[in-house]
């Protein structure tokens, strides 16, 4: 009974007495959680990130195509495709109402899909130019674009739509709740 006694005090007394500071610090933590969208650190991230790892993939399993890759074919078309990507949602693109208002998961997976079919189509022009331009020598490396374009369009359109996302619904909710 003395225990439901000073619980109900507690509460009370928290009733009568709110905490004059909350707001304060409720203006400071929305200005501190601000994330912002900035392109060459997401486009050398999408160059580093699949190189190490498929550079780490190539060294255990010592494929050294995968190691040569790594640096070429899979980092390049990474950042090549992160830059596009950002680039695009920082034009007008990212400023449509449906890619702002749709739920994030339906934007990422839409523009992922777009970044993979962007690989496979620079994938067959880039096979397609090779073999024109070089008709007798097969290179061993454009047997790897089919494979190392579409994957990398798809992680780094991923990625960078995901951190773009989240960097315009933050910025966005943290202005409508210091306009409150």
């Not at 331009?133 to 991923?158: C, E, K, M």
Request: glycine share 10%.
């Amino acid at each position: 009974m003395n225990d439901f006694l000073e619980e109900g005090s507690n509460e009370m007394s928290q009733m009568k007495c709110p905490n004059q500071t909350d707001d304060v610090y409720g203006i400071k933590t929305v200005g501190s959680r601000k994330k912002t969208f900035v392109l060459w650190r997401e486009v050398v991230m999408a160059y580093a990130a699949p190189a190490i790892m498929a550079g780490i993939g190539g060294l255990v399993t010592a494929d050294r195509g995968l190691q040569i890759g790594a640096l070429t074919t899979i980092g390049g078309a990474s950042a090549l495709m992160a830059l596009i990507i950002g680039l695009l949602l920082r034009s007008r693109v990212g400023h449509m109402r449906w890619v702002i208002g749709a739920p994030h998961l339906v934007v990422v997976g839409g523009f992922a899909l777009a970044g993979s079919l962007c690989g496979l189509c620079a994938a067959w022009i880039t096979s397609d130019l090779l073999e024109i331009r070089i008709p007798g020598n097969h290179l061993a490396w454009v047997d790897r674009v089919w494979t190392d374009f579409p994957l990398s369009g798809f992680i780094a359109s991923t990625i960078v739509t995901w951190r773009w996302r989240l960097a315009v619904t933050t910025n966005f909710s943290s202005k409508r709740r210091i306009k409150k």
